[in-house]
Nanobody
Framework: VQLVESGGGLVQAGGSLRLSCAAS????????VGWFRQAPGKEREPVAS????????YYVDSVKSRFTISRDNAKSTVYLQMNSLKPEDTAVYYC????????????????WGQGTQVTVSS
């Protein structure tokens, strides 16, 4: 499975962005997917995850009620809708595919995208 993220950019605090993670590979629909982020000087941390069917989602506390993860298996794409963005959300965002749900442990993932930069200005 190959993953390609897009949708990052520069946005003011309080704004929104929607990230996309496009996958290639016919087995994508059998994987859980997680979004991670890594800010400068910090470790990579989980953000949200979605089970293979889309029926269950997981969020870390810092993004609950602001971020929404979804997937369209027909398009082999997972989305991360980010609302009410804060400067502390600034990071490189990565999507990752795993047989483990929720996908929140970086070492347990099978595939990674290259990342997309999200910058939130105050």
């Amino acid at each position: 499975v190959q993953l390609v993220e897009s949708g990052g950019g520069l946005v003011q605090a309080g704004g929104s962005l929607r990230l996309s993670c496009a996958a290639s590979g016919r087995t994508f629909s059998s994987y859980a997917v997680g979004w991670f982020r890594q800010a400068p000087g910090k470790e990579r941390e989980p953000v949200a995850s979605i089970i293979w069917s889309g029926d269950s989602t997981y969020y870390v506390d810092s993004v609950k009620s602001r971020f929404t993860i979804s997937r369209d298996n027909a398009k082999s794409t997972v989305y991360l809708q980010m609302n009410s963005l804060k400067p502390e959300d600034t990071a490189v965002y990565y999507c990752a595919a795993s047989t483990v749900y929720p996908t929140i442990v970086a070492e347990a993932t099978d595939y990674w995208g290259q990342g997309t930069q999200v910058t939130v200005s105050s």
